[in-house]
């Protein structure tokens, strides 16, 4: 059975920095792109980060770019989200997908407040 299992969320002070990382499994790993979204409460899901299978093209939304780096270790079956700078208009929760299944996971709570 397909599933994708966010983790690393947390509570972090402004300026703070913190990494997700998602434990993907019944699927081919190495053969889907992979993104991050994140949706904060009363407002529309967005889309993060985005990551080829081979982990060679990555693209940002221009409200993170600088800040986080999205990666992939596929002899782990795992995509990451490396998030420094953090500010409070990054608190969220933040879901991983895979683009191969049309698959989400349940999501990681990142809160960012001082």
């Known amino acids: 059975q397909v599933q994708l299992v966010e983790s690393g969320g947390g509570l972090v002070q402004p300026g703070g920095s913190l990494r997700l990382s998602c434990a993907a499994s019944?699927?081919?790993?190495?053969?889907?792109?992979m993104r991050w979204y994140r949706q904060a409460p009363g407002k529309e899901r967005e889309l993060v980060a985005r990551?080829?299978?081979?982990?060679?093209?990555?693209t940002y939304a221009d409200s993170v770019k600088g800040r986080f780096t999205i990666s992939r270790d596929n002899a782990k079956n795992t995509v990451y989200l490396q998030m420094n700078n953090l500010k409070r208009e990054d608190t969220a929760v933040y879901f991983c997908?895979?683009?191969?299944?049309?698959?989400w996971g349940k999501g990681t709570l990142v809160t960012v407040s001082s």
């Open positions: 997908y895979a683009m191969i299944l049309g698959e």
């Open positions: 019944g699927f081919t790993f190495s053969t889907s792109g």
């Open positions: 990551i080829s299978s081979t982990g060679g093209s990555t």
